[in-house]
């Protein structure tokens, strides 16, 4: 529910649908200007009947939950030939593939302070400063992305417009957050400190994310990490795979 004690700034800034872009210069890191989707076109066209049925992480390592996935998408074709996302939550760690399922790249990541795999309702309409620490959750499932512009101007890519989750670049302005340290640091313990949206390395986002999703749409895949796969991909079990 909003926070409905608001000032007169406060509610004109919501009469233009701006509250949560100037807020973004104030919480930095966050992108939340939902007033900045832009019509995206689909990918274009791959003929799915001739891909491949596996995917090729080239390499890099990646946990069961996330290599099962990858399998799932290039068997059932449920990425419907455009590039998709595998969002790790448990270990922080991103992987982008191209529609034949290679690997373009994998980086770590941070996302959602809070534990848990459901946004609250309505969290999209909410002012950052009304959102609980409890709340700040990056979401499971499949959603299909489409790239954005953000209070800044920078370029983001959706992944959950309704709910206000973007992949973006990583903004390291507030010090003691320590975002960059975070995404470099050895373990994933300390890669949970956003609103919900997913930071990406600046080079990573401009090299490997904005030439796959800056453009068209994508899928992007955010694993669970308090529910099995089964129960937030609906068909997982009637593919047959595990």
């Known amino acids: 529910m909003a926070n409905t004690d608001t000032s007169p700034f406060d509610a004109i800034l919501k009469g233009l649908g701006i509250g949560c872009a100037v807020l973004a210069l104030v919480l930095p890191?966050?992108?939340?200007?939902r007033q900045a989707r832009q019509p995206a076109p689909p990918a274009p066209a791959v003929s799915v009947e001739h891909l491949p049925r596996v995917a090729d992480f080239k390499g890099q390592q990646a946990s069961p939950e996330?290599?099962?996935?990858?399998?799932w998408v290039m068997t059932t074709r449920d990425h419907r030939g455009m590039p998709f996302?595998?969002?790790?939550?448990?270990?922080a760690r991103v992987f982008v593939f191209k529609p034949d399922g290679t690997l373009d790249g994998a980086t770590p990541a941070l996302i959602g302070s809070a534990v848990g795999?459901?946004?609250?309702?309505?969290?999209?309409?909410?002012?950052?400063?009304?959102?609980?620490?409890?709340?700040?959750?990056?979401?499971?499932?499949?959603?299909v992305s489409q790239p954005g512009i953000n209070s800044l101007?920078?370029?983001?890519?959706?992944?959950?417009?309704?709910?206000?989750?973007?992949?973006?670049?990583?903004?390291?302005?507030?010090p003691r957050e320590r975002r960059l340290e975070r995404l470099a640091s050895a373990t994933a313990d300390d890669n949970r400190i956003s609103f919900g949206c997913i930071n990406l390395p600046v080079s990573f986002y401009e090299t490997v994310v904005k030439?796959?999703?800056g453009a068209s749409r994508g899928v992007v895949y955010?694993?669970?990490?308090?529910?099995?796969?089964?129960?937030?991909?609906?068909t997982w079990q009637a593919t047959g795979t595990s």
Do not use: N
């Open 66 to 71: 996330a290599t099962q996935m990858a399998r």
């Open 117 to 143: 795999d459901d946004s609250v309702p309505g969290i999209g309409e909410r002012e950052m400063s009304a959102i609980l620490p409890h709340e700040r959750t990056t979401p499971a499932g499949r959603f």
């Open 153 to 174: 101007g920078e370029d983001i890519v959706w992944v959950d417009y309704e709910a206000a989750v973007s992949m973006h670049r990583v903004r390291a302005k507030e």
């Open 29 to 33: 890191g966050q992108v939340t200007s």
């Open 85 to 91: 996302v595998i969002v790790d939550k448990q270990h």
């Open 222 to 234: 955010i694993l669970p990490e308090t529910r099995p796969l089964q129960a937030v991909f609906k």
């Open 211 to 213: 030439p796959a999703l």
